[in-house]
């Protein structure tokens, strides 16, 4: 079997659908079973790509790490992490869970630049994706100036860049000028490419944000309130075919409210993605690199207490529960000091009674409830939220539990 090895950054799932070609095989399965993969089952896409990857790189001598930083589009597509607020520094990209993610390019239409395809089949006998052409937002190509062509149909990546540049159709040149000619563009571009050429690991949402936040009151601007938002600035900067084009969310914008852009800012139901957040960072520094500096040491960012997302209530009541309402170790586990963290509790609507306030409140309510009475009357004369006798409760029953097996 014929295993050539990358080219200097090719993506890649190109790169597999290249190996299959190469050696003549009809999936992914066949490629697994031709690595040696023992039974993967064709119709367990997951267990594939689990089994088929840490084959390919013991294969190649390669690790996990720089297969996902140099051949997926993972270092920009995730580079904003918001599974743990809790803890400031995410997991890197050596991550295996990145794996699935870098494998699986859906819902993309694959671009290439008919220039790189040529130059590569003369110099190379063969032309391969290059994942800087799948940035979004990006129409043209770095190298060559020249718009990028998208693929619409066909497996993606199913064929070689040149076989699949006969059916590809070019973008528009007078929509890519417009992209080109703005210095806000032109700033988005160099942000996407440099987090996805040298970041080797996610930053914390929360951490990024509170960047974000505080950048933009540096500059005269707000995330949160009229006048100069954010997101009326992105639509007076930017062109707007390229904003329709990339950034439908955009459509939504109400001028003077806060809207889209605004989010990466703010810790909003849905957190925005990587290209909203480039544009915010494109808007707010006139150097892209000092934008890219700011974020990589977002994690040193101490989280504003203050800023609604810095904790949320359902969290700041886990803690409080957790500590049994101890002011000195919730202090100590939200790292403020007492007054901070009594206001930031205040704030949340959570009593500041201290641990003895705590056992009388815990007494209260397994009493009234054993007496028949409901946990929002429980929580009324105790003048509390219902949610928050209801976590005590919770608690008090899984100490009783682990205190009954302990003597068992
Ligand atoms: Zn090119």
């Not at 589009?73 to 607020?85: E, G, Q, T």
């Not at 929509?175 to 996610?202: C, K, N, Q």
């Not at 990466?264 to 690199?289: E, I, N, R």
């Amino acid at each position: 079997m014929a295993l050539r090895t990358f080219m200097p950054g090719e993506l890649l799932r190109g790169y597999l659908c290249r190996l299959r070609n190469e050696n003549g095989l009809r999936d992914d399965v066949a490629l697994a079973t031709m690595l040696g993969v023992p039974r993967v089952g064709a119709s367990n896409r997951s267990s594939s790509a689990n089994l088929l990857l840490p084959a390919l790189l013991a294969k190649l001598g390669a690790e996990v790490k720089s297969l996902i930083c140099q051949h997926s589009m993972v270092p920009f597509a995730k580079y904003l992490a918001v599974s743990n607020l809790r803890s400031p520094e995410p997991p890197d990209f050596s991550d295996a869970s990145y794996l699935w993610f870098a494998m699986s390019m859906g819902g993309i239409a694959p671009r290439l630049c008919r220039d790189c395809a040529t130059e590569d089949l003369n110099a190379l006998g063969i032309s391969y994706w290059r994942r800087l052409h799948q940035l979004p937002g990006i129409d043209w190509c770095a190298k060559h100036g020249r718009p990028l062509s998208e693929v619409l149909r066909g497996a993606p990546f199913g064929e070689s860049p040149l076989a699949s540049a006969v059916h590809a159709i070019d973008i528009s040149a007078k929509a890519v000028e417009a992209g080109v000619r703005s210095p806000v563009v032109r700033r988005y571009a160099t942000i996407a490419e440099t987090i996805l050429e040298t970041a080797d690991r996610p930053v914390n949402f929360v951490c990024a944000a509170t960047v974000i936040e505080k950048r933009a009151l540096d500059v005269d601007l707000s995330v949160t309130k009229h006048p100069s938002l954010l997101s009326d600035e992105a639509m007076r900067q930017t062109p707007n075919a390229w904003l329709r084009m990339h950034f439908p969310a955009s459509a939504t914008k109400v001028p003077n409210k806060v809207g889209w852009i605004d989010y990466a800012g703010t810790l909003h139901a849905s957190p925005v993605g990587m290209s909203t957040f480039s544009l915010a960072m494109a808007l707010l520094w006139d150097d892209p690199h000092e934008a890219i500096k700011a974020l990589s040491h977002a994690h040193r960012e101490k989280l504003n207490f203050n800023s609604s997302f810095a904790w949320s209530e359902s969290d700041l009541s886990d803690i409080w529960v957790k500590n049994r309402g101890c002011h000195k170790l919730i202090a100590a586990e939200l790292d403020l000091n007492k007054d901070q963290a009594s206001r930031r509790l205040t704030k949340a609507g959570l009593p500041l009674y201290g641990r003895h306030g705590f056992e009388e409140l815990e007494k209260k309510a397994i009493t009234s409830l054993r007496s028949g009475k409901t946990s929002s009357q429980v929580a009324r004369a105790c003048k509390v939220s219902e949610d928050l006798i209801e976590r005590v409760l919770r608690s008090s029953r899984q100490t009783e539990n682990v205190e009954m097996s302990d003597s068992s």
